[in-house]
């Protein structure tokens, strides 16, 4: 399913309105966290799982230990 939403100011900070009906479609409720991921044909959502908490915590604890090798060979790979 396809919809349309705009980016709206919330108070002090930006945000995207969920329709009513996609949010009671998905079982979506307050408090609940989504996963933003971006790629080439844009954004998508996607509901956080414990699974995938469980997942992206692992993911962080193993590349921690990396992640200023990992900038610097990001930021070489930007002047090319």
């Known amino acids: ?38 790629g080439p044909d844009g954004i998508h959502l996607r509901i956080m799982t414990p699974t995938m908490k469980s997942d992206l915590d692992a993911y962080e604890r193993a590349t921690e230990p990396y992640t200023a090798v990992l900038r610097a060979l990001a930021d070489d790979d930007d002047s090319d």
Do not use: F, N, Y
């Open 1 to 38: 399913m396809s919809t349309t939403t705009r980016v709206q100011i919330i108070g002090d900070s930006v945000g995207v309105i969920l329709p009513k009906a996609e949010v009671e479609r998905l079982g979506l409720k307050p408090g609940d966290k989504l996963v933003v991921t971006s």
